[in-house]
Structures are given as C-alpha cells and as structure tokens.
C-alpha cells in the first residue's frame, strides 16, 4: 500500500496519476477537498481510500505491516501564509511524526521539500545536508523557513539508529503543470498568462525592481510537474538511494521566456505589459534560481529534463485549451 498525503493537491495528484498508470494499485490519498474544484484533481483515480489528514495516524496504525511507502507532499505550501504556529504543526511536527512512524514499521518516506528554502541564493542552491550549510540559509517566508527546519530535523535523525529504509526530501523548485487550478494566485505564471490570453488581454509579467535585471528578466529553475513526478518514482524504483535532492532542471530562464513560450504555442505574436511588483512581497521577491543538480545525478538519476518550450506546449494545448484540463 502506498499513501500520499496532499494527494488531492497540485504535484501530489500527478504523483497518483502516474503511480495509477504504472500499476500501483493500493493507492490511499489523504488530503481535504475543500469547497472548490479540488476533487476533480483525483476524479479519474480509482484509490483504495481516501482519509482526511486528522485520520491519518490511525489510518496508519491500523494497517501496520501494509504500508510499503509514504509520499508527502501535503503542507501548508503558500509563500505568503503567514500563521506561523498553524504553519508549524503542518510543515515540521506533522512529517516529524511521520518519520519516527516509518522508522518504526519499515516503511519509506519520500517528502516534499522546496526551493523557497534557499531565501535569495546569496548561498547558493547546493543540496548539501551539512549542518554548517543548512545553518546558512535564509528563507525569505515562514513557508521556506518550515521546510528548512524540518530537513534540518532530518539532518539530525538520520544520524540516528532508527530511520525509514529508505528516505528522500526533494527541493521543489519552479513547478507547473496540469492540476494546479485550485492554488489560485499560487499557481504558476503559466495558466495566469494563458488565462489573460485566452481572454484577449495582454500577458503580464512584473516589471524588475533591480537595475541588473530587465523586465520580465527575473530568472527561475521553472520545472514541469511530470518531470518531478519521474524523479520521485525512480526514488521508489531506487529503495537504496536516501538523501536530500535538488529537483530542478539545473538551467535558469527568464520569465519572459516563459510568456513567449505560451504564446507561440498558441501560435500568437507576445503581447506583454509590465506591472509594479506588489509591495507587500517586493522585498522578498527573488530574482535568481536555478536547482544544482550534481548531487541527484550522482545519485543515479541520468534523464534529460523536458526544456521549457517543450514542457509549457505540452501544458497549454494537452491541459489549458483542452475541454479537460485535469490529468
């Protein structure tokens, strides 16, 4: 049995998708619903159970020595939440538990870790796990400071007689892809600009605040969500490799590029405007990322990550424009 919490979300739902056309059978998501859209994310999926996230640890202990892998990728993952206690419980004591439960009963645990751990890259975006280069970083919201705290915790318990059989945190960097409808202003700059341009408005980027960058030039790792699924089912392919992994395309573009990519797979002449990036997050905004992807590489894994123009096509024409926009 393989359980996956946030299941129901953005990279959770594509994780199941794939899992479900691989074979896998006894599939269990726990996640909420809500009162949006979300549940046309797990629509097309026929799953074992699905267990709202307060049941999840007597789901757990009910079926102990059943439980083969725990994929987590459920968290509070908006950048710009701001309850830092709520934001505790479910980023850092919540997979806390769920660590010491596998370590427990024998069971893997891959999780989501993310990008937004690195703050503005003044120290780079290397992978390592060294306590000194954790200690380092300096996220720029309670979101990334909670994921840097729990692989920090990792650091700690991997040292420790008792750990899951296998184990891997993945930094998720600029994610896009089918399923993430339900994230609203969170959700990539992809189904943003596509959406203004299917409406006949021009796309809109926001214009740079730093003279070494010119509009719409902000650089970031953007990565589709099939290629982070394909890395997490070789972990599963994989039960030897344990570690923290970068989980990016290792290759920066800019946000223009982005906009030009929707519109020529749209087959449309760009049209952008420029607008003043909001105060409230001018400050905190980066400016620069791209994943370092030797580690994971090392690793073992050698497929080619799909390039921007190729990835962002596939998402416009086979999701965007498609009469069904869910995988």
Same mark, same amino acid.
């Given at each position: 049995? &393989? ?5 129901? +979300?953005? &990279? ?21 619903? !809500? ?18 996230? *307060? ?12 439980? *083969? ?17 709520? &934001? ?70 991997? +040292? ?8 891997? !945190? ?9 399923? *993430? ?11 943003? &600009? ?21 509009? !719409? ?8 969500? *099939? ?23 290792g290759a920066s573009r800019s946000f223009h590029d982005l906009a030009n990519a929707v519109f020529r797979a749209l087959g449309q002449e760009p049209d952008i405007e420029f607008i003043d990036t909001p105060e409230a997050i001018r400050g905190k905004y980066q ?23 190729? +990835? ?16």
């Amino acid at each position: 049995m &393989i359980v996956v919490t946030g299941g129901a +979300g953005f &990279i959770g739902s594509n994780l199941v998708a794939a899992l479900e056309a691989a074979g896998q059978r006894d599939l269990v998501v726990c996640d909420r619903l !809500g009162q949006d859209d979300k549940w046309r994310n797990i629509a097309k999926r026929d799953l074992a159970d699905l267990i709202a996230p *307060e049941a999840l640890f007597d789901f757990l202990e009910a079926r102990k020595g059943t439980i *083969e892998t725990i994929f987590h990728m459920g968290a509070i993952s908006a950048t710009t939440a701001t309850d830092a206690d709520l &934001i505790v419980s479910a980023n850092i004591d919540l997979p806390q538990r769920l660590w010491h439960w596998c370590a427990a009963n024998g069971a893997r645990l891959i999780y989501a870790s993310s990008a937004a751990t690195y703050g503005d890259g003044a120290q780079g975006f290397s992978d390592s796990m060294n306590a000194a280069d954790l200690a380092a970083l300096r996220p720029l919201n309670a979101y990334g400071w909670s994921k840097l705290a729990f692989d920090r915790r990792v650091a700690r318990f991997v +040292g420790q007689a008792a750990k899951p059989p296998q184990w891997a !945190g993945l930094r998720f960097f600029n994610v896009y892809g089918p399923n *993430e409808y339900h994230k609203g202003g969170q959700m990539s700059v992809v189904p943003q &600009i596509y959406n203004r341009v299917a409406a006949g408005q021009p796309a809109r980027l926001f214009r740079s605040h730093r003279p070494d960058y010119p509009d !719409g030039g902000q650089l970031r790792d953007f990565i589709a969500v *099939e290629d982070c699924v394909d890395v997490m089912l070789w972990l599963h392919a994989n039960p030897t490799v344990s570690g923290l992994y970068n989980c990016g395309t290792g290759a920066s573009r800019s946000f223009h590029d982005l906009a030009n990519a929707v519109f020529r797979a749209l087959g449309q002449e760009p049209d952008i405007e420029f607008i003043d990036t909001p105060e409230a997050i001018r400050g905190k905004y980066q400016y620069f990322t791209q994943a370092d992807m030797a580690k994971l590489r090392r690793a073992g894994y050698d497929r080619q990550f799909t390039s921007l123009e190729a +990835g962002v096509s596939r998402y416009v024409l086979d999701y965007l424009a498609a009469e069904d926009p869910y995988r």
